[in-house]
């Protein structure tokens, strides 16, 4: 393990202190009624399973709507025009996680669990059993300008894998400001969590690193200990108004190192921790489904004000709606301005 490496748990919060203690009831082991306005309005999902061989899927859920959601289950279909990878065959159940996307919204729905797909009357679908489902905050896509799309890229040369980042990939990863990571702990549980910063912010070392930086956060650093149990990362990097993704599979650690901070800065503020992936997979993807869903159309952004706001839902999803859900609820909201305030 290379110098200013980060290798504990008790390290990891040296840097980044314990979350509040009411950040331990966001994680809620069945669907609330905000939980289904999500999955009611989401017209994208990304799901990633605990497989390393496996790509982060998109699905656009406005040409396949979701089919059922109620206590812990969740029923996908699985488009009849995406492959089905082997891992999923014979209904093998595997650890996965759900990200929800609304389009406009900066919020989503993250879900943990297991899910296999399973065939009825020639139909395939994707049955997933949450153990937690929780609302993610807008800061990562805010800080992508995630909504904007950029100028649509050409298709590229190779979609095989490789091990290596080719000087296409490390092309399409300067121009990213959107990452989702995939990751997993010591008891296979895994975990999707997006960052989002102004294009480029992931750097390559050399053809076989990257890193990324992590900032101002929720303080719970799901992501960063799974790295630390586990060392697995997928990375999905996306391009605002693209049809391709790029995905990025290895062996993560962190780092603390100053040297390596330094050049990761915006508006003077450093991060106080890095992740460093060194990469073993590498591969193009193509994900019409992303613009198929309306990401980037204004025309099928959903207003704000037709869901209730994101301090409502998070402040209910952890408290109810009596007093203590209301009373969550203004703190939330203080929060929230803060953080989109200060987002380094």
Excluded at 31 to 55: E, K, P, R, V
Excluded at 163 to 186: G, K, Q, R, Y
Aim: charge should be neutral; glycine fraction near 6%; hydrophobic fraction near 45%.
């Amino acid at each position: 393990m290379a110098a200013h490496s980060v290798e504990s748990l008790h390290a990891l919060r040296k840097l980044i202190a314990e979350p509040p203690a009411l950040m331990q009831k966001r994680l809620q082991p069945q669907i609330d009624a905000h939980c289904l306005t999500i999955l009611q309005n989401a017209s994208a999902c990304a799901l990633g399973f605990i497989d390393s061989a496996l790509d982060i899927e998109y699905f656009n859920l406005r040409a396949d709507p979701l089919v059922y959601a109620k206590g812990e289950r969740i029923v996908l279909v699985w488009p009849a025009h995406k492959t089905l990878p082997a891992a999923l065959e014979h209904a093998s159940v595997l650890a996965c996680s759900l990200y929800f996307i609304m389009p406009g919204i900066g919020f989503a729905l993250r879900a943990n669990g297991r899910a296999a797909v399973r065939q009825r009357a020639a139909v395939l679908y994707l049955e997933f059993c949450a153990d937690a489902l929780f609302l993610h905050c807008s800061r990562a896509k805010v800080r992508a300008q995630f909504w904007d799309a950029r100028a649509e890229r050409l298709a590229p040369a190779c979609t095989e894998d490789v091990s290596a980042l080719s000087d296409e990939a490390l092309a399409f990863i300067a121009d990213s400001p959107f990452v989702l990571m995939l990751t997993h702990n010591n008891q296979g549980a895994t975990e999707i969590s997006p960052r989002g910063d102004p294009d480029g912010f992931v750097h390559a070392l050399d053809r076989h690193t990257l890193l990324i930086p992590e900032r101002p956060g929720n303080k719970v650093a799901c992501t960063l200990s799974n790295v630390l149990a586990s060392g697995a990362l997928t990375l999905s990097c996306l391009i605002p108004g693209s049809r391709y993704g790029l995905t990025v599979s290895g062996r993560a650690w962190l780092t603390s190192s100053r040297e390596l901070l330094e050049p990761l800065a915006i508006n003077g503020k450093v991060p106080v921790v890095a992740t460093v992936l060194e990469v073993t997979r590498v591969r193009f993807q193509y994900c019409p489904e992303l613009l198929a869903a309306g990401l980037w159309q204004a025309d099928t952004h959903l207003c704000a004000s037709a869901i209730p706001s994101f301090p409502k839902m998070l402040g209910e999803h952890m408290s109810g709606t009596g007093l203590l859900g209301k009373a969550t609820t203004l703190v939330v909201d203080a929060v929230v301005k803060h953080d989109l305030k200060h987002l380094y």
